[in-house]
């Protein structure tokens, strides 16, 4: 595996604020769509206690041109391959939705390192081994806008906006058929710790689906259920990073 450059690693991963003292990292994954921005005010709040890096997909924002990468395993492999020298401290992941399967594979790929993370937070996701048949790849534009008005991930006053869906809609389908299409591969569970968060009225997962996190690992697990919905962060922003910051054993400030 090839070590990346400085430009390709700029490119996968965003650091919004310093913190060259931190005694440990959090790693955070968007969701289907989502962006490195959306955590954005994860890292204002969290550094520089905490050194926040956001994983940039290809095929937005000012990585659009870009060809979407189609599976969630091979956009595992291109992110465990950028963070993979980053070993010099502690690093906790965070994935929320898609990202938390993301999340999940990358922990796995880590762990075959012999370097578990130090936390896995898997946010507003049922557990890698559930299925649900779900074809909302499939659908056309106007029924995948349906989908993410519902969810209300995504202003809706983009979405009304044509020129704005038609950059980011291929986008939103690429990230919608690698998760629908994802199956847990054959393997063991984790030896890191799993702390699974949840909306209370999430139409994504049920609060028992996300239990079944806690077949994923050897170590300690934890569930946190929330008040709202597949985007109960936007809300519970508060109690989220009190969960994150006591987890990665930092003191809150």
């Not at 049922?126 to 969810?151: A, F, I, M, Q």
């Not at 949840?198 to 239990?211: N, Q, R």
Request: with cysteine; charged share 25%; proline share 7%.
């Amino acid at each position: 595996m090839t070590t990346p450059t400085s430009t390709e690693y700029d490119r996968w991963i965003r650091r919004f604020h310093q913190a060259p003292d931190s005694k440990v990292r959090l790693l955070c994954l968007p969701h289907a769509g989502g962006s490195a921005s959306f955590y954005f005010p994860v890292s204002a709040a969290l550094s520089p206690r905490i050194e926040v890096l956001a994983v940039q997909y290809p095929g937005r924002q000012d990585r659009r041109n870009e060809p979407s990468i189609g599976t969630v395993a091979e956009l595992a492999d291109q992110v465990h391959r950028m963070i993979r020298t980053l070993d010099d401290r502690p690093l906790g992941i965070f994935g929320h939705s898609m990202g938390a399967i993301l999340g999940f594979e990358l922990a796995r790929r880590l762990e075959a390192d012999g370097r578990p993370p130090a936390v896995l937070f898997a946010s507003g996701r049922r557990g890698p081994g559930t299925h649900r048949e779900e074809t909302v790849h499939l659908r056309n534009d106007d029924g995948l806008v349906s989908e993410l008005k519902g969810l209300s991930g995504t202003n809706t006053a983009l979405l009304g906006d044509e020129e704005i869906l038609r950059m980011i809609l291929p986008a939103i389908r690429n990230d919608y058929r690698a998760i629908e299409t994802y199956r847990r591969p054959e393997g063991g569970p984790l030896s890191s710790p799993i702390v699974a968060l949840i909306g209370d009225d999430d139409p994504k997962s049920t609060v028992e689906e996300a239990k079944a996190w806690s077949e994923e690992t050897t170590g300690e697990f934890s569930l946190r259920v929330f008040p709202g919905g597949h985007f109960y962060l936007a809300t519970e922003q508060k109690a989220v990073l009190a969960e994150i910051t006591d987890r990665l054993g930092v003191t809150a400030g």
